[in-house]
């Protein structure tokens, strides 16, 4: 099967309005005739399927959490871009596309992220008119603040909780939709299938979370907006919930796996604190605008307590190597940076595994208040977590694994090579490439649920005219059944692991051998240690409870059972890109100073994956990448 993205010709500027054109449309008193399966209730999933119940579709939507407003988007705290120019300082639709080809080092499709940037101002007027409040200057107007990788202030937010006042806005559309009937919400619901029939998405097999009883959902396009599979790490920012099932799934039907390699460390994170720990807390991108990144310039200071030590002697290494960008260079950038200040020995606290972000000279420049009313909760979130007022002693910071840019591959359409099966959101590859800048994953989920879907899948519907299949297919009852078996497996093992420990081993060997720095010998490792990790799972793991109630800890079990899986493909994928991009570092590539070395020659390309069977070696599908427009450079932040 050949890789078709499906973009269309003609200039890029003209790209999205001459395809929206193109497309074929479904007439108003038609599309009622249309199901269509939600699968996901975040951002991506909430705003596709409120768009397309008012569209006029019959639309079910599903969630693992007891509520839509619950989803992992709630999370978000610093941001989301727009090419307003609100700030006239320079901003335009070209620019945002500009900075964000380039922040993903060159390995995005450029249509995509045009067509990204081109609707982001659209987004925002759509949640204005929603009501998210976003903050405002003085006057009144909307306000922007800056994140990483751009040198204009693009950034609107509501405090540190963007996404969930973004949410609560697509939440609101969702639920007008639910009392109008259009939308059949379908909370603690998990999908654990998707079912193909003709070489076409036709359903789901989902699995009730507090019965265990476990049904088919039919409809004529199922779209997954999952999120991301940062947890297959175990330690990450993501919450605990989230998770690779649904896309791993859909990939054994026959979706591509794209870029699972992409993994976004974000540099900004509470420090690991021990061997206990479950979960790592973000502390926002946005808190970079005005807090300088430091180390001791001597390994000897590290242990002093920083108010003591001279400005003569701190090295704000960020500011140092990075003139132009200095706090706010990418996330990629900034975190390896300051592995390697860790490495040479000059980390503080615990562990040495840890810099200082300071506001000290922010809050004598602006004053306290001014720090309090824009940064007040991370603060206080800080301070439940470590203890530590941050407004006295500047915050301890160490990157950890944020966001997934990898993901089920998708057209232009944002249809996954299985047709009828549309990826929305973080679930799909599509438009951050090899490094996500920050406050552009809530921009992407929002364009494809309120501005892109919702052209594309009708013209899917006109083109294919759909059959009806029923829940009674028997491809639906064999997919059920495997179901049932896998469930009955995990509880029947009965052995001595818990599936956390089994999880947590296998985090510390991805983190230690495929995190912020990659190598071919430590990845070998991992490729060999998985399969023996996988084998352990299903025979050891211990599964308590039983399948006829609430069971979280089965529930777990099976995303820990994907992830033990797709845990080979994500090392396989970073093996074989044999050089370094974005968050993909691969020690053997890189500069004399130590920055990414890309190999535009060999590697300009989306890796999408083809499953082959669980022992089998996937089949490598390249998308190349073709830039008509910007020229393909090395990213400099200097
Ligand atoms: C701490 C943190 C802060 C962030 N801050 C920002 C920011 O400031 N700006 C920015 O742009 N980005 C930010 N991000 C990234 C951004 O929040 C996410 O990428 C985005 O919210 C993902 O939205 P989504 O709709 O794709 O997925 P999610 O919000 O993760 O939603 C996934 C949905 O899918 C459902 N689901 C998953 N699997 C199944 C299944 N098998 N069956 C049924 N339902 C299922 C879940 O129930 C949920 O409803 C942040 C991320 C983190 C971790």
Known sequence: MSLDSKTPSGPLAAKWDQHKFDLKLV???NKRKFDIIVVGSGLAGASAAASLAELGYKVKCFCFQDSPRRAHSIAAQGGINAAKNYQNDGDSVYRLFYDT???????AREANVYRLAQVSGSIIDQCVAQ?????????????NRSFGGAQVSRTFYARGQTGQQLLLGA?????RQIGLGTVEMFPRTEMLDVVVVDGHAKGIVVRDLVSGEITSHSADAVVLATGGYGNVFFLSTNAKGCNVTATWRAYKKGAFFANPCYTQIHPTCIPVSGEHQSKLTLMSESLRNDGRVWVPKRKEDCAKAPASIPEADRDYFLERKYPSFGNLAPRDISSRSAKEVCDEGRGVGPGGLGVYLDFADAIKRLGLSVVRERYGNLFDMYEKITGENAYDVPMRIYPAVHYTMGGSWVDYNLMSSLPGLFVVGEANFSDHGANRLGASALMQGLADGYFVLPYTIGNYFASTKPAKVATSHPEFKKAEEAIRQFTNRLLSIKGKRTPTSLHRELGKLLWEKCGMARNEAGLKEALKRI?????????NVNVTGENGDL??????AGRVADFMEFAELLCTDALHRQESCGGHFREEFQTPEGEAKRDDEHFSYVAAWEYQ????????????????EVHMSTRSYK
């Open 613 to 628: 069977g669980l022992d089998k070696a996937p089949v490598l599908h390249k998308e190349q990448l073709v830039y008509e």
């Open 101 to 107: 080809i380039k922040g993903g080092d060159f390995r």
């Open 551 to 556: 069971n979280q800890s089965l529930e777990y």
């Open 27 to 29: 007439n108003p008193a």
């Open 131 to 143: 009501g998210v409040p976003f903050a405002r200057e003085y006057g009144g107007l909307l306000s």
């Open 531 to 539: 399969p023996e990790l996988r084998q352990e799972f299903w025979k």
């Open 171 to 175: 939440y609101q559309a969702l639920c």
